[in-house]
């Protein structure tokens, strides 16, 4: 795609970028930084050739901080996903920390190893830097993005009709469908939910997604599935909270 540093420019792009940081409040979801200490960004987690940025969806990105956007991409060094090989005593101040802006004169030399920088030897204080984890719930809320980008993207759906003639399109999850109908942004989704061993089905109300793509309502029908099914109380505010800030 020409001129594709142009598209940052874009209205578009400024509207979709709006919505992925209000969705995630503002905050980076790797070292959880608000934008009043930062500079944020959106990340794509996968990249689709001839689709402009905007084009995706929303559990397709997250909000990343300018620094931890350029360590996702290698374009820094990362300060998690580092090994510890050996720990070695030189007797002395006899090495140097090799940590990119350190350079310190050190006595332990920490030996680590990152599959996309390679060896590393640092002192003591960096080494505590480089292995430092992500926030727990940053993590968990990127799991969730993550996992309905791939139902979105990786689920069979398959076309049928109603007794009523009704034309609609479906994929399974588990034993439960979730239902598709109308076209031309003015879609809506249904659940049905199965009991396992029972031939009985549970018609949940339709829901209208007017606006929204049929990628979309994919998307927020899978939510509203999985907070349907979900009887981890934390798990359903998550997800409640996910499917309001995409709607």
């Known amino acids: 795609m020409k001129n594709y540093k142009k598209l940052w420019r874009n209205e ?8 992925i940081k209000k969705r995630d409040n503002y905050k980076c979801l790797s070292c959880d930084r608000s934008s009043s200490e930062v500079v944020l960004q959106i990340h794509h987690d996968i990249y689709v050739q001839g ?4 084009e995706y ?7 990343l901080c300018k620094g ?17 090989i050996s720990i070695d005593d030189l007797g002395g101040l006899y090495g140097n920390c090799e940590r990119i802006n350190c350079g310190h004169e050190i006595r332990f030399e920490y030996l680590t190893y990152h599959p996309s920088w390679g060896y590393k030897k640092v002192g003591s204080t960096c080494i505590e830097h480089l292995t430092q984890s ?27 009709t109603t007794k009523n003639g009704k034309k609609y399109i479906f994929a399974s999850y588990k034993h439960h469908q979730i239902r598709i109908y109308g076209g031309s942004n003015n879609y809506s989704f249904q659940i049905v939910l199965k009991e396992v061993g029972s031939r009985k089905y549970d018609y949940l109300d339709f829901v209208p997604t007017k606006g929204k793509g049929l990628e979309e309502t994919k998307e927020l029908a899978y939510i509203a599935l999985k907070g349907t099914l979900s009887e981890n109380e934390t798990e359903k505010l998550t997800l409640r909270n996910i499917y309001r800030s995409i709607k």
């Open 51 to 54: 689709k402009y940025p905007w």
């Open 57 to 63: 969806l929303s559990s397709d990105c997250r909000t």
């Open 134 to 160: 992500d926030k727990l719930l940053s993590k968990s809320v990127i799991k969730y993005y993550t996992n309905i980008s791939k139902f979105v993207s990786e689920s069979s759906w398959i076309h049928s």
């Open 68 to 84: 931890c956007h350029a360590r996702h991409h290698g374009l820094i060094e990362p300060n998690s996903g580092w090994t510890l």
């Open 12 to 19: 578009q792009w400024y509207e979709f970028s709006e919505k």
